[in-house]
């Protein structure tokens, strides 16, 4: 029809016919796609015909608005912006008039909220973009990081760095803030010499996490600011207060320990590991400590392989020969220069579980 000199019916007949494909996909298994696949090839012909045709902008507007928020019709992925030419700049003002009704209808519609985001964006409305995203600012802080990231982009920098640190303000209390808004605060603060800066937002990140992500973090900032020391002092000892805490350091105690560790501080880790260690920070302790500390890292194998005889099945074998009576335990006796009891030693736990014959196979592969 568009072809033929019909554009302004044709347009008329495309919307009818995604009307009445909308209706009918909500009622139908489409799994094939065949009524998806129609309804965007209407959709297409629609968008040609309007370009021939120039319909009233106004119309267009409230045509397109009204089906892509119409949450019964979803058949087809209409996108407004791609009617530009057609709206010209009246329709446009028409449309975005119609999509912010429908936001103060709906505050919370998220196709509401997308119309309206995808057309400030499409007109470089900054400030219209901010003041949408600061109606909704999510606890995690990244409706901050979106703002400040506009703002960034149109060469707005204070205002773009003020917003991220209200979003730190903002979330301060919350137990998790999304590490790209910290992360973008605390590059802006490098750029701008502010190393100390940038130890404080890490120091309050850290107390409120407590994780080794969040040690690491204030250590690699500490130490640009030249004050790794007393921040590891400190950090440290909150570290064991909140083991204390927790009776025994469910919580403080093991990232006590991997801080420890991660430092390479290990007559520290030792010192803690009694009372601290889980068995995966004990490995790591000896894996770490057996060319200082043989004896002890000795110790350490032989309690985790008791503890490794009971699971049954291929990955418990193979950690078995990988870390307890194989390389580990070997080096530890060697440097000891008692081989002969790890001879001995092997050789009665075979016995022990000699009818596990996969493990058999697997201690044999080990060349144990």
């Not at 297409?44 to 119409?70: F, Y």
């Not at 092997?346 to 058999?360: A, D, N, P």
């Amino acid at each position: 029809m568009t072809a033929d000199g019909q554009a302004a019916q044709a347009v008329g007949l495309a919307e009818e016919v995604i009307g009445v494909l909308g209706e009918a996909y909500g009622e139908i298994d489409d799994s094939d796609g065949v009524v998806g696949e129609a309804a965007a090839a209407v959709a297409e012909a629609h968008l040609e015909a309007c370009g021939v045709a120039r319909p009233d902008p106004a119309r267009l507007a409230e045509w397109l608005v009204g089906t892509v928020l119409d949450e019964s019709n979803d058949v087809t992925d209409l996108d407004p912006l791609d009617y530009a030419d057609s709206l010209g700049p009246s329709g446009l003002a028409r449309m975005r008039q119609l999509a912010a009704g429908a936001l103060r209808r709906r505050p919370s519609g998220w196709a509401e909220r997308d119309l309206m985001e995808r057309l400030a964006k499409a007109e470089g409305d900054v400030d219209a973009l901010v003041a949408l995203h600061a109606q909704d600012l999510d606890p995690s802080g990244v409706t901050h990081l979106l703002i400040a990231e506009e703002l960034e982009t149109a060469g707005r920098a204070d205002e773009a760095l003020a917003w991220a640190e209200r979003g730190l303000r903002d979330c301060a209390a919350e137990p998790y803030i999304d590490g790209r808004l910290v992360e973008h605060v605390c590059v802006q603060y490098a750029k701008t010499g502010r190393a100390a800066d940038a130890v404080t937002v890490r120091r309050d990140r850290f107390r409120v996490e407590r994780s080794l992500a969040a040690y690491r973090q204030l250590r690699s900032a500490a130490r640009a600011a030249d004050c790794w020391k007393s921040e590891r002092a400190a950090a440290l000892a909150a570290l064991s207060e909140g083991a204390r805490r927790e009776h025994g350091g469910r919580y403080g105690g093991p990232v006590l320990m991997d801080a420890l560790l991660d430092d390479g501080d290990l007559d520290a880790a030792w010192c803690e590991a009694a009372d601290r260690a889980d068995d995966r920070q004990w490995e790591r302790l000896a894996d770490l400590s057996r060319e200082m500390r043989p004896a002890e890292s000795l110790g350490v194998y032989l309690r985790l392989v008791g503890r490794s005889k009971e699971p049954t099945g291929v990955r418990a074998y193979e950690h078995l020969a990988g870390f307890a009576p194989g390389g580990p335990s070997r080096d530890c006796h060697r440097a000891l220069g008692t081989e002969d009891a790890f001879t001995v030693y092997l050789g009665g736990l075979r016995t022990e579980l000699r009818r596990r014959r996969k493990l058999m196979s697997i201690l044999d592969r080990h060349g144990l």
